[in-house]
């Protein structure tokens, strides 16, 4: 079978931009006199407009800017901000690295505690390299300088809910939404929501911002929002509809068609399925992604093409991390499901140690099921399936169950894993596949104990 060269490609093409990245900060900047790179942003342009509309363009307008006036602290800060934006979307984590050397840059030249714009970034930095604990006290740095800045009040409530603090969280949003309403802070007060179980809240919350979108950027990112909720839920037809609403938006919006891939898959069509997923790899290659392509090319009988797509994993994990991100909850997954089940279980316990979380918990689970502990499992999977915070997850379910028929509980198996399917049936093309069949085999089969090996 031919090797899939585009996909491979596309990740070298990341380690190429990271291991030629030195000190410089944006594209196409020559260096300046003191061998720092040529500055890259435009100070007068929001970097909310710079992340909803074309950001490339934006942050070459303020690479010219940054050029003629170096001393612009604030033009330095949002040029960082617009770094962050645009390694999130598109996978290259060495934007990270420039991000923290133009928030630098902005800082030397106004002192912290006028610079709050700087200590948002940095907080928002933090948060996307998964330090929640150094973004938590970021925004709280910033929010003493400036009480109602609106990317450091969204920081916030990430880095509370990434640290499984959610009633913190939840006060955190509501803060958040008092003082600066607006589609980041009701994206983030939906996803609380959500996490708490309130599945129609999250809902209504997401409906009124769409509503209130001004722009296609805003108007994608919502719509794309409301479609991983109605997915989770197992509403695949709705799903469909919001993601075709994002891309009516914005055709180029890469996470309106993963979902749309996504989705496809759960729905049993892989041909469509494997159109959208090879296409988003195609253009960004991350962890989640690639075994989403993976687990659909599997589940479709293309098991050597599916192997290269969670080995390119690897590839991508060792550039973030030399970028300065945390990557142990992805790894911790994915190495349980397709790798190597030591590495999963070390990745695992690395992230509960930084930070207590329903999906810390439920990686850690996984990764002591894939190593055959799994009493210790099921007490993690308890915390990831729990009532309080109240979120309900198929993945989750799947683990819980599966941890539970390994100890011979084949009562409460058959429970979690039904209430997994019930949930959203097509929640993993693999793990699907196994759900079923494990509730299969369990419909007639004794109850047999094992104990941790």
Excluded at 3 to 20: D, E, F, H, N
Excluded at 21 to 46: F, K, N
Excluded at 66 to 81: E, H, I, S, V, Y
Excluded at 423 to 436: C, H, K, V, Y
């Amino acid at each position: 079978m031919p090797r899939p060269r585009w996909r491979i490609a596309a990740v070298v093409a990341l380690a190429v931009g990271i291991t030629g990245t030195s000190v410089a900060v944006g594209a196409g900047g020559d260096p300046d006199r003191s061998g720092q790179a040529a500055p890259t942003v435009v100070a007068d342009v929001p970097v909310e407009r710079l992340a909803a509309g074309d950001l490339t363009r934006g942050i070459e307008a303020l690479q010219k800017h940054l050029k003629a006036q170096p001393k612009d602290a604030t033009g330095w800060a949002t040029l960082g901000a617009a770094y962050v934006e645009q390694a999130r979307t598109s996978g290259d984590p060495s934007r990270y690295t420039q991000a923290d050397q133009a928030f630098g840059r902005s800082l030397k030249l106004r002192p912290a505690d006028r610079n709050d714009t700087a200590l948002a970034g940095r907080a928002a930095l933090a948060a996307a390299r998964h330090d929640f604990e150094t973004a938590l006290s970021q925004a709280d740095r910033a929010l003493r300088v400036n009480p109602y800045s609106e990317r450091a009040l969204s920081s916030r409530v990430d880095a509370l809910v990434e640290l499984g603090r959610y009633d913190d969280a939840r006060r955190a949003v509501e803060l958040a939404d008092r003082r600066r309403p607006g589609i980041p802070v009701f994206t983030r007060y939906a996803y609380v929501l959500e996490l708490r179980g309130d599945v129609k809240g999250a809902r209504r919350v997401l409906l009124r911002a769409l509503d209130s979108a001004s722009g296609t950027a805003d108007a994608a990112y919502v719509a794309t929002a409301l479609g991983q909720l109605a997915w989770n839920q197992g509403e695949y037809g709705r799903a469909l509809g919001h993601y075709a609403t994002a891309l009516r938006a914005d055709p180029e919006y890469v996470p309106a068609l993963e979902g749309r891939g996504r989705t496809y898959a759960a729905r049993g069509e892989t041909k469509r399925a494997l159109s959208d997923l090879e296409e988003v790899v195609r253009r960004y290659p991350l962890p989640g992604q690639l075994a989403a392509l993976g687990e659909t090319l599997e589940t479709g009988g293309q098991r050597e093409r599916a192997e290269e797509s969670y080995e390119l994993v690897g590839a991508w994990t060792r550039l973030a991390r030399a970028n300065g991100v945390a990557t142990d909850l992805e790894s911790a997954l994915i190495e349980a499901d397709h790798g190597d089940a030591a590495e999963a279980l070390t990745s695992a316990r690395a992230e509960w140690k930084r930070r207590e979380s329903v999906h810390t918990a439920d990686a850690l689970a996984w990764a002591l099921h894939a190593n055959g502990k799994d009493r210790e499992a099921l007490t993690y999977a308890k915390k990831a399936t729990a009532e309080s915070p109240g979120y309900r997850n198929a993945s989750f379910l799947f683990h819980r169950g599966m941890i539970e028929r390994a100890l011979g509980d084949d009562k409460a198996a058959r429970r979690d894993l039904r209430a997994a399917l019930d949930l959203n049936p097509g929640f993993s093309p693999t793990g699907a596949r196994e759900a079923t069949s494990a509730l299969s085999a369990l419909s007639g089969r004794p109850a047999a104990s094992r104990g941790d090996s």
